[in-house]
């Protein structure tokens, strides 16, 4: 039933063709609200108490942070969805998402960076989050360059889904790693169980950013999955029609 | 048992790989003081974490052809045919690279560590803690090397050493929970864990992906 599903819903020439009638709306959603939060992060929201106006990188910081974890439990979802119903958009999806994923774990970084400069004094240090955050960052370029060693694009797939079940192992090392060791990075303001630590005057243009910003990554998915598709399936007599 | 004796008798053989990695590590060791003031107190204070790299390093080297001879000769195809338990023939591979390679470094480790520190509970520990690190480290380059089969260790390498970068930031901690003495069997048994999980998973793992390259 759910591999009858998955192969009906999710074959490329399916995909390419149903994503591209959301597409337009997905971007200009997203760009709007992700211009309003930004507008509003930066304009309007007051100062903060300690950190002045530098706290105002979060409406990148915290989206890009939360999106390079996010990418690649997406990308290990498509690979146990690879490996267990050989779906092909699955494995498409993986080394689509890789590059994307690499370069917002950069964002994040590099904005955590700057960030640190005005608060800790030093742009960077050898904390648990951020060195695990860069290990993800290093994962993400093995992940493509291991992708890119192999001419047997099948042979690759398998080999690149197994590699990011391994290294998921490091998210949630991420995610609990301002819990478990005593780092210099603050803990999460917003959780799924307790009340936001953050004001709420700050935190809806974060909400706004992080969606905004989401949907502007998905609509970055979208275009480099149909890069894959149009690569990987040229041979089709479709694919010819769609170019 | 009659596989544990014919991979030991097989790798034995081959004495570069198994001398090689043991030797690479003795001369890191060597190198370290070298480089720095002959000073005890100075000596002390980066000796763990070259300790640490040198023993990531050996375990890389280790684990450099440990499947590439048999795909090359095509045995690892007929043992794959062969064999009902893929995945335990890799186990027990591994096994017996550390048991010539880990086992010798852990030991070297705990030699050098007595000769460094003045901490005679710190390179008491530095045993334990280095069987458990190296198996962890061997097994996840097995991994790599997997991934790599035919495209040389190095992209192995670069796939696998993120993974390891975890348990050298344990090990590290580790170290000053041992130095201070804070309750440091905790890392000791977080350590064990990954390695229970590590011994499991890895073979199994590492047999679909020598599956993939053979189909």
Redesign the interface.
Known sequence: MIKKFIHQFASPKTYLFQVNKFYNYIFYISISIYVLSITWGLLFVPEDFVQGNSFRIIYLHVPASFLSQSLYAAMAIASVTYLIWRVKLAAYLIIAIAPIGAMVTFIALSSGSIWGIPTWGTWWQWDARITSTLILFIMYLGLISLHGSFSNYEKADKLLSWLVIVGFVNIPIIKKSVDWWSTLHQSASITLTNKPSIDPSMLYPLIGSTIGFFGLIICLVIISSKVQIIKRESTKSWIKDYV | MKLLKLEFLKLKKKSRSWLGPILVFWLIMIAYPLTVELLPEKLEVGFFSVLWIATLISMMLAAEDIFLEDFNDGSLEQTMIKTTSFASLISIKVFIYWLLIGIPISLLSFIFSFGTTTNFVLSLMIFPLSIISSYIFLNLFV?GNA??LN?GSV?GA??T???A??VL?VLG?SIVAIQFNINYSGFIFLLLGCLSIIIV?VPL?VS??IK??L?
Do not use: D, F, R
Request: net charge positive.
């Open positions: 991994l991934l790599s495209k992209l670069l796939v050493i993120p993974l970068l975890p930031i901690k998973a793992v679909y992906i993939a390259h189909e």
